[in-house]
């Protein structure tokens, strides 16, 4: 028998489905999840939360998905962070939860991404690196950060 939370699955957004293509052929994202969670930081980043209208193919089982150890990580910070009053959000039982949350932060970014791509009429390529030189020029680029920090904000 299996257990429930290995049914679990990350869907993947309907409207994004060709821009996720794209992504995979121009950008270098070799899987679907790396497309995902590279969008699901993008949308954190820019504060986009955008509910999936329809999904597309088949969903990313929970092992598929977190198979790097970082992706559980990442899945479990936008949690905390987006329901800062509710530590309960890292429960086991509430890993669905989780996942919602991050398909919609993941929906936002490509959102953010396609738009960029419309309005620079540049290849997902550039806009993916584009994104990611800002990211690393905001404050100093990458500095070490304590638990806190990352934390910044969250009420238990």
Do not use: C
């Amino acid at each position: 028998m299996t257990s429930p939370q290995t049914d679990v699955r990350a869907r993947r957004p309907q409207d994004h489905a060709v821009l996720i293509e794209v992504m995979q052929l121009e950008a270098g994202f070799p899987t679907y999840r790396d497309v995902l969670l590279f969008a699901a930081a993008v949308g954190w980043n820019q504060d986009r939360r955008v509910p999936l209208n329809g999904t597309g193919g088949e969903g990313i089982r929970i092992d598929v998905l977190t198979n790097p150890l970082y992706s559980d990580s990442l899945i479990s910070m936008i949690a905390v962070n987006a329901v800062s009053d509710d530590p309960e959000i890292l429960d086991a039982a509430r890993l669905e939860e989780r996942i919602r949350i991050f398909e919609e932060y993941a929906n936002g970014g490509l959102e953010y991404i396609q738009e960029q791509i419309n309005t620079r009429h540049q290849t997902a390529a550039l806009v993916v690196l584009e994104v990611v030189t800002t990211a690393l020029a905001q404050e100093g680029g990458i500095k070490p950060m304590s638990v806190d920090e990352l934390l910044g904000g969250v009420k238990w």
